[in-house]
């Protein structure tokens, strides 16, 4: 996500009052900072008493990430010989027993090591850390300031407590994006590689009639929150939130538990998944002060005034574009949700809802619009509903407000009649012993040796002992293919990356994988999380991750927090100094190209469950003090050719890859939410056809016949294409296209009302056979046709227009 869209995002889509909210917080937020004092050797009494000296004194719970030998290197940070990744609060002075106040060693634990401060760096990827916290409850009496690519990780198995004192000043016990004089310190759209897990934000010393905020998470893709509670004060007047996030472009949370508040979480931000809440005893559970769309699944909210409000601006000026939820409950709620939408609120689309099995317990209003209950609840389930533009049967646009026909759910997909979800595995029943370190069995993670055969045995050997693999941080070169057994169990630190270089993955009509899971025809089950697939230089023949493996819909294999990046950081040989944009010149710097593919799902996979997954060809350089923009070429980005399919596709993003983004043929039975793309930047100077000729075996797009008499830019990426497959549905989807030649006029209906939808004719194909091909809250920036079928416009973007994109609330294709 371009910087620039940040100003624009909140401009255009906060509305008036979460504006001034923010800058409130702004400024309360300066304030409070520069009276903060950290003193370490204060005591405080334990606010509450035995709950927490019970914690701080239990007995030690191991944790393997605690235990294990600490050898993770920064493989390009200018000290890696010095540079500590793994950092141990308690080794930085924090005490964890309840009365000392931690607040300044937890600070020096984060910020050792020359790290990237928020207010002097704008990203970095050479000082990655991961802030450990064993067991314990921590006194906090100022924010805990996050640092760039930090991952906050506590104990899951005696999940350690952040206890913020009575005096407690800061917007947040962490502060994931603190603000300055000229703003949050890191562009929210930029804050990549970050997750916080398995700790528990005590709010509850603090008067309820003080604000207070237990996480500030503005925040981009490839990031995380992960098993955290957030305790508040339920009192009446309580002025506690929990999580607070007001911009950026997401991004993904699970497993959190909310008790009180004012509001449980306050989310602004473009796009986000989100998975597994529970809220109790809020005023409101969830208030979305503003967003293009939003995926909720597996809610729970209970004895709440209001579950979800999305009123945020009135019906004159809504500032919420859409919410997908399904598969979730209300339980003793007055109202499930608030919201400004009605048939001449504007912007027209904006208050898109889709609701999809939705259990109702004792909650009496399901949807209360402007005019008061739209829908009335009691003890129920709501199958489908929803409000908005639709695009059914014939195509004719419809403006609805009224049940549905909820999306047919293969059960392979299914579990109890909600969508099979599993959380990231953290192996915290394994004992030590269970794990091989690639670092100990030989792999250097330097970035300069090649450990391409180091890898492989100690995978292969590993799988054989059913041993867990854990990478050590660190960059792993390898000029061939790395293969996963099936039987794998492979977990990173602080996103670990194998980087393909060299000859092997040069050749653009021969691509090779990087990283193969499984060969076709083996079965059995990979889990794979927390690292990344990267490639060095001039790599146009790579397939950063082939997955071949076929798994059971009943025990599928998965891929947590996985990503690709191509480009854009050190080490990578595709930077500033190698690859500046160059939109005067139709040139194509063989240089720069820099991979085949992305992802392949081959024809053999099948069973296999993504989460939180980014595949990215950098837009900008992130080592760059002005985060400028580069031009990197790559050709595909995923493709998904499983015939069997049953893939789910949780809080997945593919973006600035040349001929698509996200590419479905002859596959089945997929579930998508949210998806989210972008167009890369540099088209249509090159178009979409040249760096990347046709390759056959591959159904590329031919946008040579396809686009014969199509006016306006066609050859372009595709953001989303669906051929000849059945079961493809999506619960959400952001495609995105800002730029033409690295100018964003063809988007920007802001400034120039009127003239968005001009950065691609078409960005969203169904093509041949389309069985249940369906969307949900379809969202699409710059391109005139919203969804194209077999060549043909089923919807112009500017009958469609939100708070930025445009939207449909509810697409069938047949
Ligand atoms: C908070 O209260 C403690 C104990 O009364 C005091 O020592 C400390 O200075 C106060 N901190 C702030 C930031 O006001
Ligand atoms: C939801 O989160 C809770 C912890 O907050 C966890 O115990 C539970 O297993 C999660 N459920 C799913 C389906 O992920
Ligand atoms: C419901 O929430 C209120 C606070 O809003 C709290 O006082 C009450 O105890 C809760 N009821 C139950 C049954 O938890
Ligand atoms: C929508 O709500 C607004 C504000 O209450 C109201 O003025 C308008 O008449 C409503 N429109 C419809 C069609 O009910
Ligand atoms: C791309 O933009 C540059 C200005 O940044 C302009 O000079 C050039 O002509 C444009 N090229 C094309 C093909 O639109
Ligand atoms: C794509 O660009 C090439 C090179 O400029 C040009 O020959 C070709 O006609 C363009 N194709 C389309 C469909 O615009
Ligand atoms: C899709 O199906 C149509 C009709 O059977 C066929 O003509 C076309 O080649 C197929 N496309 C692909 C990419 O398989």
């Known amino acids: 996500m371009p910087l620039l869209h940040l100003a624009i995002a909140l401009l255009s889509a906060i509305s008036p009052v979460a504006a ?35 914690l701080a004194t239990a007995a030690p719970s191991p944790y393997w990430l605690e235990s294990i030998t600490h050898q993770g290197i920064s493989a390009f940070n200018s000290d890696p010989a010095s540079y500590q990744v793994f950092r141990n609060v308690k080794s930085f002075g924090a005490k964890g027993d309840g009365s000392t106040d931690d607040t300044a ?48 990780i506590g104990n899951p198995n005696n999940m350690p407590v952040l206890k913020a004192t009575p005096n407690f000043s800061g917007f947040g016990v962490i502060d994931g994006d603190q603000y300055g004089a000229n703003g949050l310190k890191f562009g929210a759209t930029n804050v990549f590689f970050r997750q916080i897990r398995n700790l528990v934000f005590d709010l ?31 009192a009446p007047g309580t ?76 019906t004159t000026g809504q500032s919420t574009g ?76 419809k403006n609805f407000q009224s049940s549905i026909t909820k999306f047919s759910r293969p059960s392979s997909l299914t579990k109890n009649g909600q969508y099979y979800a599993r959380s990231k595995p953290q192996y915290q029943a394994s004992p030590l012993s269970q794990f091989v370190s690639v670092r100990t069995a030989g792999a250097k993670g330097d970035g300069l040796t090649d450990d391409t055969a180091a890898i492989n045995s100690v995978l292969k050997s590993a799988a054989a002992a059913s041993k867990i693999v854990f990478f050590d941080a660190g960059t792993y070169k390898v000029t061939s ?38 060969a076709a025809g083996q079965s059995g089950v990979v889990e794979w999380s927390d690292m990344i697939v990267s490639t060095q230089g001039a790599t146009a023949g790579a397939i950063l991750i082939q997955w071949n493996l076929a798994s059971t819909s ?78 990197v070429y790559t050709g595909r980005g995923l493709y998904c050719a499983s015939t069997s399919g049953t893939i789910w596709m949780v809080g997945t993003a593919v973006e600035h890859h040349a001929l698509y983004q996200y590419q479905f043929v002859k596959t089945k039975n997929i579930y998508a939410g949210q998806i989210q793309t972008e167009t890369a930047y540099w088209q249509p100077n090159p178009n979409a056809s040249v760096v990347f000729p046709i390759a056959s075996g591959w159904n590329d797009p031919n946008f040579a016949t396809s686009c014969a008499g199509v006016a306006g830019q066609c050859n372009m990426g595709w953001g989303l294409r669906v051929v000849n497959s059945s079961s493809i549905l999506v619960y959400g989807a952001g495609l995105y296209s800002f730029f033409n030649n690295y100018s964003v006029a063809c988007s920007n209906s802001v400034v120039s009302p009127g003239n968005g939808g001009a950065c691609q004719t078409r960005i969203f194909s169904v093509e041949g056979t389309a069985t249940n091909v369906d969307v949900y809250n379809l969202n699409t920036v710059g391109a005139t046709q919203m969804v194209t079928r077999d060549g043909k416009q089923v919807a112009l973007f500017s009958d469609n227009a939100n708070v930025y994109p445009d939207t449909i609330a509810y697409y069938k294709s047949s």
């Not at 005019?371 to 929803?386: C, E, H, M, P, R």
């Open 322 to 397: 859409s919410v997908t939820f399904l598969d979730s409950s209300f339980t003793n709620t007055k109202v499930a949700i608030a919201t400004a939408h009605n048939a001449s609120s504007f912007p027209a689309t904006a208050g898109s809802l889709i609701l999809d099995n939705i259990v109702l317990t004792n909650t009496p209003v399901v949807v209360q619009g402007p005019q008061g209950t739209v829908l009335k609840g009691g003890s129920l389930t709501i199958s489908g509903w929803g409000e908005g533009h639709e695009y059914t049967a014939n195509y004719q646009k």
């Open 481 to 518: 293919t790395i293969t996963i057994p099936p039987g794998s169990k492979v977990v990173g630190e602080s996103f670990s990356v194998i980087m393909g270089a060299g000859s092997f993955f040069s050749s653009i009509t021969s691509p090779q994988p990087v990283v193969a899971v499984g």
């Open 105 to 152: 060693a937890i600070q020096a634990a984060m910020s050792a090591g020359g790290r990237c401060v928020p207010g002097s760096c704008q990203s970095s990827t050479t000082t990655p850390a991961i802030v450990y916290f064993p067991a314990g409850t921590y006194i906090i009496s100022s924010s805990i300031i996050d640092y760039y690519y930090t991952q906050i």
């Open 239 to 314: 002025q506690h939130q929990g999580l607070f996030i007001e911009g950026g472009s997401g991004g993904f949370m699970n497993d959190l538990v909310f008790y009180g508040g004012l509001n449980g979480v306050v989310f602004g931000n473009q796009q986000f998944t989100v998975r597994n809440l529970t809220f109790y005893n809020a005023v409101t559970a969830i208030d979305q002060i503003w967003d293009w769309g939003w995926t909720y699944t597996g809610i729970s909210i209970n004895n709440c005034t209001t579950g979800l409000n999305m009123a945020g601006g009135g």
């Open 554 to 631: 009943s025990s599928p294999s998965g891929m947590w927090d996985v990503h690709t990046r191509i480009g854009g950081f050190a080490g990578s040989n595709l930077q500033l100094a190698q690859c500046p944009t160059t939109p005067s010149s139709a040139a194509v710097n063989q240089n720069c190209v820099a991979a085949f593919m992305s992802m392949y799902i081959a024809p053999s996979a099948t069973g296999l469950y993504m989460e939180n997954n980014w595949l990215w060809t950098a837009d900008h350089d992130m080592e760059d003090p002005s985060v400028t923009q580069i031009t």
């Open 20 to 54: 001034a909210q923010v800058s409130i917080f702004q400024v309360s937020s300066v304030v409070s900072s520069a009276a903060s004092s950290f003193a370490p050797a204060v005591i405080y009494a334990s606010p509450t008493g035995s709950a927490s000296s019970a």
């Open 204 to 234: 509850t010393a603090i008067p309820s009639s003080s604000s207070a905020t237990g996480l500030h998470w503005p925040t981009a893709q490839a990031t995380s929150l992960q098993n955290c509670v957030f305790k508040m004060s339920d």
